[in-house]
C-alpha cells in the first residue's frame, strides 16, 4: 500500500502560497484577502488597545484609591449624647491604635480628625474636606508625600496645611500664602455656636492624581485640627494601611477584635466597590463587542476563501485528478485562510502594543489637533487616559483572532475537498 501524504507537506503550503498570490485576472480574490487582513488587523488593534486601556485604568483609579486613601477606616458606632447629637468620636484612639497596628499584616494605624470647611482667600471660595493628621503618618501616604510634581516639603507641615493642586487652583494660591478656613461648628458662646475662622499658611501641595481628591483634599496637623473641629482628646477614626491591600477582607475579623465591639470596619472595597464592580461589567461588555467586532473581520475570510474556491474549481478538479485526497484539498484552502487570520493578527498585535506603549504622545497629538480640552478631568476623575499593556489580555487577544480566523476557514475548506472533479472539469 502507497505512503499516505502527511499533512501540511510542503507541496500543499505551495500551492496555497501560489492562490494567495492572486493575478490580475482574479483580482477579486486579491482584494477579498486585502480586505479581510486590513479587518483582522484592526479589529485586534482596537480589542489589544481597549484591554490596554481598560487595565491601565483599573489600575490608575486602585492606585490613586490606595496611595491617598486609608485601606480600612475603623470607626465607632454613633452614641446619641445628652445635647441629641449623634457622638462617634473615640477617646482612646491612641491605644486602639497601637492594638491595630499590632495585628499582623497591618503596617500602619493613624488617628484623624476630619471636618468639611469652606476655604477662603482673596474673595475666592471652594469647600474643603480637611484631614488632622500626624505629620509621620501623612508622609507615609505614597500618592500625597511621593508625587512627582508636589509643591513644597513635608518636614514644614507642623506650621501649615498641605493642600491638593485643585484646591490651590481654584483658590489662586501657591506656596507661603494664607489661606482662611471657616467652619460653622466653631467656638461655643453664651448665645449659641459662632463660625470659627482661621488662618494658615499653605506650606505644601500636592498632586494625588485624582481630581476628586486634589479638588477638596486638605491636611491639617493633627493636634489643630482637634482644637479647631472641638475634638480635644479624641478622634473621629483610625485610618489603617495594610500590607497586601488586595486582600484586605482577609484582616476584617483580626481588626474587628482588636478594635473592640464598639467599633465598625469600612474597607476601601467598600467605599469603591460599586465603581469597581461597574468597571468588571463594563470590561466584559466591551470584550463581548470587540469579539463580535473580530468574528465580522474573520468572516470576511470565508467571503475570500469562497470566491478562491469558485475561481479555482478547474484547478481543483485537476489536482484531485492527478491524486490528491480531500484532505490536502482541504488543508491547502485552510492554510490559504489561517494565512490571512494569522498575519493579521500579527500586525493587530504590533499596533496595539505600540498604541499601549506610546498612548501620551499619540494622545497629546490628538488633543493637539482637536484644539485642547479633549479629556477633562472633572468628569473622568483622572488626568491623563492610562494604557497599561498586560501578557494575558495580549493572549487573549491573540487566542481569540486566531481561534475564529481557523474556525470560519474550515466550511470553505471542506467545500473545495468535497468538490466533485468530473463536475469541475465537465465545462473545460
Known amino acids: 500500500?502507497?505512503?499516505?501524504?502527511?499533512?501540511?507537506?510542503?507541496?500543499?503550503?505551495?500551492?496555497?502560497?501560489?492562490?494567495?498570490?492572486?493575478?490580475?485576472?482574479?483580482?477579486?480574490?486579491?482584494?477579498?484577502?486585502?480586505?479581510?487582513?486590513?479587518?483582522?488587523?484592526?479589529?485586534?488593534f482596537a480589542l489589544i488597545a481597549t484591554l490596554a486601556v481598560r487595565s491601565g485604568f483599573r489600575s490608575e483609579f486602585v492606585g490613586t484609591i490606595l496611595g491617598a486613601n486609608a485601606h480600612v477606616t475603623v470607626y465607632n458606632q454613633g452614641q446619641i449624647t445628652d445635647q441629641g447629637r449623634i457622638d462617634r468620636s473615640i477617646p482612646d484612639f491612641a491605644a486602639l491604635a497601637v492594638r491595630l497596628?499590632?495585628?499582623?499584616?497591618?503596617?500602619?494605624?493613624a488617628p484623624l480628625v476630619r471636618g468639611q470647611v469652606m476655604a477662603a482667600h482673596r474673595g475666592r471660595n471652594a469647600g474643603v474636606e480637611v484631614f488632622g493628621i500626624h505629620a509621620g503618618d501623612l508622609a507615609t501616604l505614597p500618592a500625597i508625600a511621593g508625587g512627582e510634581q508636589a509643591l513644597g516639603d513635608l518636614v514644614d507641615f507642623p506650621a501649615g496645611l498641605a493642600i491638593g493642586s485643585g484646591v490651590a487652583r481654584e483658590l489662586g494660591v501657591t506656596l507661603g500664602d494664607r489661606i482662611k478656613l471657616i467652619s460653622p461648628e466653631g467656638v461655643k458662646t453664651a448665645f449659641g455656636t459662632s463660625p470659627r475662622v482661621n488662618a494658615y499658611d499653605v506650606v505644601y501641595i500636592f498632586t494625588a492624581g485624582r481630581y476628586d481628591i486634589d479638588r477638596t483634599r486638605v491636611y491639617m496637623p493633627f493636634a489643630e485640627a482637634q482644637s479647631y473641629f472641638n475634638s480635644e482628646g479624641a478622634a473621629d477614626e483610625i485610618e489603617?494601611?495594610?500590607?497586601?491591600?488586595?486582600q484586605v477582607e482577609d484582616l476584617i475579623p483580626a481588626l474587628r477584635q482588636a478594635a473592640g465591639e464598639r467599633a465598625q470596619v469600612w474597607t476601601w472595597r467598600d467605599a469603591s466597590g460599586g465603581f469597581l464592580r461597574a468597571l468588571e461589567v463594563e470590561d466584559n461588555v466591551m470584550f463581548v463587542i470587540l469579539s463580535i467586532l473580530v468574528l465580522i473581520a474573520a468572516m470576511n475570510i470565508v467571503s475570500g476563501l469562497i470566491m478562491l474556491v469558485k475561481n479555482k474549481g478547474r484547478d481543483i478538479g485537476i489536482?484531485?485528478?492527478?491524486?490528491?485526497?480531500?484532505?490536502?484539498?482541504?488543508?491547502?484552502?485552510?492554510?490559504?485562510?489561517?494565512?490571512?487570520?494569522?498575519?493579521?493578527?500579527?500586525?493587530?498585535?504590533?499596533?496595539g502594543c505600540l498604541f499601549a506603549i506610546y498612548i501620551d504622545p499619540i494622545f497629546s497629538f490628538v488633543n493637539y489637533v482637536m484644539g485642547g480640552g479633549v479629556w477633562d478631568p472633572a468628569i473622568r476623575g483622572i488626568y491623563a487616559l492610562p494604557a497599561e499593556l498586560h501578557l494575558s489580555d495580549?493572549?487573549?487577544?491573540?487566542?481569540?483572532?486566531?481561534?475564529l480566523s481557523f474556525v470560519v476557514t474550515i466550511f470553505p475548506a471542506r467545500r473545495a475537498a468535497r468538490m466533485n472533479p468530473v463536475e469541475a472539469l465537465r465545462y473545460e
Open 101 to 109: 497596628a499590632q495585628v499582623p499584616g497591618v503596617t500602619r494605624a
Open 319 to 351: 489536482l484531485r485528478t492527478i491524486g490528491l485526497s480531500e484532505g490536502s484539498i482541504l488543508r491547502v484552502f485552510f492554510i490559504c485562510g489561517a494565512f490571512t487570520g494569522v498575519i493579521g493578527t500579527a500586525m493587530g498585535v504590533a499596533l
Open 240 to 246: 489603617v494601611m495594610v500590607e497586601h491591600p488586595e
Open 1 to 44: 500500500m502507497a505512503n499516505r501524504t502527511p499533512p501540511f507537506a510542503p507541496f500543499e503550503w505551495m500551492i496555497a502560497w501560489r492562490y494567495l498570490r492572486a493575478r490580475r485576472a482574479e483580482g477579486g480574490v486579491s482584494v477579498m484577502t486585502w480586505i479581510s487582513l486590513i479587518g483582522i488587523t484592526l479589529a485586534v
Open 394 to 403: 495580549v493572549l487573549k487577544a491573540v487566542a481569540l483572532s486566531l481561534g
